[in-house]
């Protein structure tokens, strides 16, 4: 294999030009690849740490799986149904829910929630309790049901766990037709103090409220009926797997959600940005490159006497051409693999000391981060590509 180009090109990168300037412009190019594909690595990471964020809190309030109705809103669920959930090893435990849009009214104030109604399986065991910014995780005191709202939607109410006023709860009457002059008495309505404020994320805190399951049967009218059963696995289960264990059991009545189905638009919503952000760095990457295209358009009109030179001596053109070419990969490597680096070590740093603090009053102090091999594969496939095309460029003239 005939390395001669390369070792030119070698000998050219590190030779002083003749014209100071290629010098410079090589080494902005140099540097710019480098704070380009640290930031790059730095920015992916900071959106990992946002998507784990999200994802344990979501992993809080979501079970691990999900079992609905494939058509209707509710069902009863058959003792042997949750028998055999029971009985299966990767299974810690089971709750029912009923979940329903309600109308509320506290001191005046009125406002549309999502109710949604547990057990005492999930209000023992629920992972929420983590979540509280006010009052306590209670769904019962002293025997009376007790609620815990999502922080928007007590906000938005003026409801405190320190009030003695409870929350009314409406709901339609079931069967009966709503009266235009009197629409309360069309209404079942309910009283429930409120215990507990949670904040989980925006779009949940501003529509949640939760109650014992008993409260929301009561408000609905229904008797054994539920919207979900919930299953939360033991730790180290394959989740895909035992979905599909499950949803062979129930059949075709039946949908068997994980994590992902479960919040399927705000993790694509995540994914979809996330890939933004790439397109955009790799386009600013692009631009930094052209620094490299300029030092080497200059290099190649400065070195055209070496290049008469070398063909005369019975080098072929394409070789010649082929050492421009590898000119301008090396520039973009050598900046790419110090740009890696330089970003591996940034985001090591914030996870290890938060230089970096978060504005405002947020659960976390720092920006987090979670360096993932994929991005930085990524990230070495994007620049790799855009060097390789930017040094093809010029020598193609020749």
């Known amino acids: 294999m005939n390395l001669l180009p390369q070792r030119i090109a070698l000998r050219y990168l590190f030779a002083r030009k003749s014209h100071n300037v290629i010098n410079m412009i090589s080494a902005v190019g140099l540097v710019g690849m480098a704070i380009g594909t640290a930031a ?14 999200v994802s344990s809190a979501l992993g809080d309030y979501s079970p691990e799986i999900r079992i609905i109705p494939s058509a209707g809103k509710t069902f009863t669920p058959d003792a042997s149904l949750l028998e055999w959930l029971s009985s299966c090893e990767e299974v810690e435990s089971v709750s029912q829910t009923l979940e329903e849009q309600v109308f509320l009214s506290f001191e005046g104030t009125q406002s549309l929630a999502r109710i949604k109604g547990v057990d005492s399986v999930a209000e023992h065991s629920s992972r929420l309790a983590a979540h509280i910014t006010d009052g306590g995780w209670e769904l019962h005191r002293n025997g009376r049901p007790m609620a815990v709202a999502g922080s928007g939607l007590a906000y938005r109410l003026g409801a405190s766990p320190r ?15 709503i009266s235009m002059t009197n629409p309360q008495a069309s209404l079942r309505s309910v009283h429930i103090k409120l215990g507990g404020v949670v904040s989980v994320n925006a ?18 009218d229904c008797g054994s009926e539920v919207s979900a059963l919930e299953i939360r696995t033991k730790e180290g289960v394959k989740l895909s797997a035992f979905r599909r264990k499950v949803q062979e059991h129930l059949g075709d009545s039946f949908r068997v959600q994980d994590s992902y189905m479960q919040n399927e638009s705000l993790f694509r919503m995540m994914r979809y940005e996330k890939l933004a952000i790439y397109l955009i760095l790799l386009f600013v990457v692009l631009i930094i490159a052209f620094n490299i295209y300029s030092s080497l358009t200059m290099l190649i009109i400065e070195k055209e006497p070496d290049r008469q030179t070398l063909l005369a001596l019975g080098m072929e053109a394409g070789q010649t051409r082929a050492i421009f070419r590898w000119e301008g990969l090396l520039v973009s490597l050598l900046g790419m693999a110090a740009g890696i680096v ?10 290890r000391f938060g230089f970096v603090k978060m504005p405002g009053n947020y659960i976390v102090d720092s920006y987090p981060v979670v360096l993932r091999l994929s991005d930085i594969l990524w990230t070495i496939l994007g620049v790799s590509a855009i060097g390789s095309v930017i040094a093809f460029i010029p020598s193609r003239k020749l």
């Open 203 to 220: 779009e949940l805190d501003s529509k949640l409220l939760l109650v014992p399951l008993e409260t929301v049967r009561e408000l609905l």
């Open 342 to 351: 330089l970003g591996i070590v940034l985001v090591l740093l914030q996870q």
């Open 163 to 177: 009030f003695f006023t409870p929350i009314d709860i409406h709901y339609p009457e079931r069967g009966s037709n």
């Open 40 to 53: 790059l690595i730095a920015i992916l990471s900071v959106f990992n740490g946002f998507d784990h964020l």
